[in-house]
């Protein structure tokens, strides 16, 4: 019977593994996190922001003539097929330029995301676990600038919120509803605070991420937790040995028990999304909407795992050296 390499990362490609050796001697957990602290963030952020130019955008036109014009015509039908024939509009056949920098800017939100996501996979191909004390003061100072972070976002949510609700009282009569995006005879007006709105909520979020990122960057416990939970049951048995193997093995169990409910309420999230978008008693422009709900349970399931962890096995495994505070 031919034996399987079970050492952490023999499930990854040639490449992967390439790119991870040159991780291990490239990149320190430093730089590592600081990186994450930032592109992760940054890529959402982009991917929303995007949104706020096709509000800016129908305040002007450009006109590019025939080419042009057909160009929209493809990306208007495209936004046909994706709202299930919901939302008609012409916007991209008038506002072509603004369309093409909404696809620009969400495809580089998209790519920072990835780029960050294969990061992570080579920089944990290449780390299980790293063996390391963290600076207690540092992890002190990174929780308050992270909480502060987190204020900074709240505060800016809250004034999108506020700002959002006052136009819709206050302005002028044909309010649009929730968004005037698509809406042709909405008030320019409600173009311009509703763009406002998303461009505070992708600054919110950015800081919200990069605040809850930061608060945890420096903790060694935290990276081994997160680099445990992709790593299979089996890896974790055949490559440790004594109190190290039983620690991680349970702690692979709870964060595994989390992983599965998130699975499992992303599942749901996604069949009912599909129901959303199929069945025509059902259908909807909003039928993404569920997805994103789905991601969100899913990470949040992992993070309560993670803090489970911290509180059941954290002592054990700052004992055995795998993130000990100094």
Same mark, same amino acid.
């Given at each position: ?9 023999? =499930? ?5 593994? =390439? ?5 291990? &001697? ?28 096709? =509000? ?6 450009? $006109? ?11 990306? /208007? #039908?495209?936004?046909? @097929?994706? *709202? &299930? ?9 008038? =506002? ?9 800017? +969400? ?10 996501? /294969? ?10 676990? +790293? ?5 207690? %003061? ?53 173009? @311009?605070? $509703? ?16 605040? *809850?990122?930061?608060? %945890? ?23 440790? #040995? ?9 702690? &692979?169990? @709870?964060?595994?028990? !989390? ?43 992992? &993070? ?7 509180? %059941? ?7 055995? !050296?795998?993130?000990?505070? *100094?």
């Amino acid at each position: 019977m031919e034996k399987r390499d079970l050492t952490p990362g023999s =499930h990854l490609s040639a490449v992967a593994r =390439h790119t991870a050796a040159s991780v291990e &001697k490239s990149c320190s957990f430093e730089a590592y996190r600081s990186s994450q602290a930032l592109l992760v963030p940054l890529g959402t952020a982009l991917i929303i922001a995007a949104f706020a130019i096709l =509000h800016f955008g129908d305040l002007v036109s450009f $006109d590019l003539g025939g080419n042009g014009r057909a160009l929209g015509v493809l990306l /208007d #039908d495209a936004v046909r @097929i994706v *709202s &299930k024939d919901l939302i008609d509009t012409n916007y991209a056949e008038e =506002h072509v330029v603004s369309m093409l920098l909404f696809v620009i800017v +969400l495809a580089a939100g998209v790519a920072v995301h990835r780029g960050a996501n /294969d990061q992570r996979s080579a920089f944990r191909a290449a780390h299980p676990y +790293l063996r390391g004390s963290t600076d207690a %003061e540092a992890l002190a100072w990174g929780r308050r600038s992270g909480r502060r972070l987190v204020l900074a976002a709240a505060v800016l949510a809250l004034g999108g919120i506020v700002l959002h609700a006052a136009t819709r009282s206050l302005g002028p009569a044909d309010t649009p509803g929730t968004t005037a995006l698509f809406d042709s005879q909405a008030s320019p007006l409600y173009n @311009i605070t $509703d763009g406002a709105v998303v461009l505070l909520f992708a600054v919110a979020v950015f800081l919200f991420m990069r605040g *809850s990122r930061i608060a %945890e960057a420096p903790s060694y416990l935290a990276y081994n937790l997160g680099a445990l939970a992709e790593r299979s049951v089996y890896s974790v048995d055949a490559t440790e #040995d004594g109190r190290l193997r039983e620690v991680l093995l349970a702690a &692979k169990g @709870i964060l595994d028990a !989390g992983l599965l409910r998130g699975r499992v309420g992303l599942a749901v999230c996604i069949a009912l999304s599909a129901c959303l978008f199929f069945l025509p008693t059902l259908e909807t422009a909003l039928w993404w909407v569920p997805i994103i709900v789905g991601l969100v349970f899913r990470d949040a399931m992992v &993070k309560v795992a993670v803090s489970r962890c911290k509180r %059941e096995l954290g002592p054990a495994m700052e004992e055995l !050296g795998v993130g000990r505070v *100094s």
